[in-house]
Nanobody, 117 residues
Framework: QVQLVESGGGLAQAGGSLRLSCAAS????????MAWFRRAPGKEREFVAQ????????YSADSVKGRFTISKVNADNTVYLQMNNLKFEDTAIYYC??????????WGKGTLVTVSS
């Protein structure tokens, strides 16, 4: 069973930074395509950023480009989301997502990011 454990959420002021991390565990030797999604209060879940299983290719939503950076450590299947120049509208629960080589999807429980204006 694959488990995703997120950490790093919290409170930040607008213009500040936070770094989220997500560790995938459960299957030795597997590499995961990983991503971050978020759900803001009263809104549907939306895509934030993704990174390929080899950690080379990345893609981010327009709303976070130039501010958020996704990265991955393949050795331990940990993905990071460096969030800079945070805005009030970045307030949300951030969810880690992983997809294995068979196409199965896994989700973390989420970590809350609150940005004060």
């Amino acid at each position: 069973q694959v488990q995703l454990v997120e950490s790093g959420g919290g409170l930040a002021q607008a213009g500040g930074s936070l770094r989220l991390s997500c560790a995938a565990s459960g299957r030795t030797g597997e590499r995961y395509h990983m991503a971050w999604f978020r759900r803001a209060p009263g809104k549907e879940r939306e895509f934030v950023a993704q990174i390929s299983s080899d950690g080379i290719s990345t893609y981010s939503a327009d709303s976070v480009k130039g501010r958020f950076t996704i990265s991955k450590v393949n050795a331990d299947n940990t993905v990071y989301l460096q969030m800079n120049n945070l805005k009030f509208e970045d307030t949300a629960i951030y969810y880690c997502h992983a997809q294995d080589s068979s196409g199965r999807d896994y989700w973390g429980k989420g970590t809350l990011v609150t940005v004060s204006s």
